[in-house]
Nanobody, 124 residues
Framework: QFVESGGGLVQPGESLRLSCAASGFGEGYSAIAWFRQAPGKEREGVSCISTRDGSTDYADSVKGRFTISRDNAKHTVYLQMNSLKPEDTDVYSC???????????????????WGQGTQVTVSS
């Protein structure tokens, strides 16, 4: 499963770094993605990384502001979020793609082992 951490309350323009720690997985490569969701809204894919080659993908809404990275030795994926905006306020969760080790979209039903999520609130 995954455990997310690093969320909090920040002002617009500030930064946060989220962590997604994996446990219980065997050795192997996968595509891990961050999603976000607000109450009453659909889950939205934010960013994805392949633990095989480090290739990444970003939603248009976060390109240039968010950076995803991974530490395979620690089984952890990070999401550095800069220049945060009020519209980034959501619960952020991570999950692993059910097939393949390269990023291939953000269909939630194709991802597994969702964590509980961490709340990010951007407000002045």
């Amino acid at each position: 499963q995954f455990v997310e951490s690093g969320g909090g309350l920040v002002q617009p323009g500030e930064s946060l770094r989220l962590s997604c720690a994996a446990s219980g997985f065997g050795e192997g490569y996968s595509a891990i993605a961050w999603f976000r969701q607000a109450p009453g809204k659909e889950r939205e894919g934010v960013s994805c990384i392949s633990t095989r080659d480090g290739s990444t993908d970003y939603a248009d809404s976060v390109k240039g502001r968010f950076t995803i990275s991974r530490d395979n030795a620690k089984h952890t994926v990070y999401l550095q979020m800069n220049s945060l905006k009020p519209e980034d306020t959501d619960v952020y969760s991570c999950a692993v793609h059910g097939g393949g080790s390269y990023c291939s979209g953000y269909v939630p039903s194709e991802y597994r082992y969702w964590g509980q999520g961490t709340q990010v609130t951007v407000s002045s």
